[in-house]
């Protein structure tokens, strides 16, 4: 299998020409991804563009492994040709030690989603921010974005809380099962933005009800852990809310959220736009985001 190519291309994605023949090898790893749509667009799109993409789930709960296994797993794709690999729950922040280099975006959020294998190193990326960022874009413009409660301080949640401050939010409320994960979160967000822009929640109901947002960046609320992240009470109309799950794409929570006359964005503009960045990184070329858009709306719409 070919491997990255160095330089990237700008060659019209209509004229695909150059790229015939070519081949990437490409992969997912983490828990419960049989279910993922990363594969097909990356897949996709390597066809519209004439160039064979193979991308693999490398699901970590049929092997029975955790991330302990990254190690193995990532010589074994270098071994393998591999251009590159997505990284998603529970493994964006344990795979930071097994890699040799770092963007800058990947160093300040602390989670890498993007690993690119190239020339016998291995240098993380986080495409989940912009992801978010591009799709709360489009999805909630003109989003009033004063004060905004996060629920999830993890790698999707630290990509989410960077995106949020990036598109002004005021102040970031945090809450986390592990309340010293929120805190160190916030604390190393106020240092990039500025003192007072994040903080942990205290109460979390009484911060909530306050709130003009809330983002939601927990595993509650997909299909294998089905519920609220949140008691339904806390959630007012004066309230946007988006989400991260995107199987389901219409969450319990967000189901809550529309019957209280919510503005709600669901976790699909993350999905593909977190997708396209990464298929730049892999392939060197760049991605037809309407493109790719609109071939995940047309597999969720048949699912």
């Known amino acids: 299998m070919a491997l990255l190519v160095q330089e990237r291309s ?5 004229d695909a020409g150059p790229e015939r023949g070519r081949s990437v090898l490409a992969g ?3 828990a419960g991804i049989q279910r993922s749509l990363t594969p097909a667009m990356h897949e996709r799109e390597g066809d519209a563009q004439g160039l064979r993409v193979l991308y693999q789930k490398i699901d970590l709960t049929p092997l029975g492994l955790g ?24 493994a964006k922040q344990a795979v930071i030690p097994h890699l040799d280099e770092l963007s800058d975006d990947a160093r300040a959020l602390g989670a890498v989603n993007t690993v690119v294998l190239r020339e016998g190193r291995r240098i ?3 495409t989940d ?3 978010f960022a591009e799709g709360f874009r489009r999805g909630l413009p003109g989003a009033q974005m004063t004060r905004v409660v996060q629920l999830g301080a993890g790698g999707a949640g630290a990509a ?8 002004g939010t005021g102040e970031l409320i945090l809450s986390d099962v592990e309340p010293s994960r ?3 979160l916030a604390a190393s967000l106020c240092e990039r933005f500025g003192a007072g822009r994040a903080r942990a929640a205290g109460d979390l109901q009484a911060d909530l009800a306050a709130a003009t947002g809330l983002t939601h960046c927990t595993p509650t609320g997909m299909d294998k852990l089905p519920g609220l992240p949140l008691p339904a009470e806390w959630l007012h109309s004066g309230l946007w809310v988006a989400e991260i799950v995107y199987f389901p794409l219409e969450t319990e929570l967000l189901r809550r959220a529309r019957a209280l006359g919510c503005q709600t964005l669901d976790g699909g503009g993350m999905a593909v736009f977190q997708a396209v960045e990464a298929f730049r990184l892999f392939t060197g070329l760049d991605p037809d985001a309407e493109r790719m858009r609109r071939h995940f709306t047309e597999m969720t719409s048949a699912s």
């Not at 700008?10 to 209509?14: C, Y």
């Not at 989410?160 to 598109?167: D, I, N, R, S």
Request: hydrophobic share 50%; no cysteine.
């Open 67 to 90: 991330v302990e296994a990254l190690p193995e797993l990532l010589t074994a794709a270098e071994r393998m040709g591999f251009a590159g690999l997505n990284i998603t729950y529970p």
């Open 160 to 167: 989410v809380a960077h995106a949020l401050l990036t598109l």
């Open 28 to 30: 997912l790893i983490g």
């Open 10 to 14: 700008h060659a019209n994605t209509q």
């Open 124 to 126: 993380g990326h986080n």
């Open 129 to 131: 921010w912009w992801g």
């Open 182 to 184: 929120a805190q160190d």
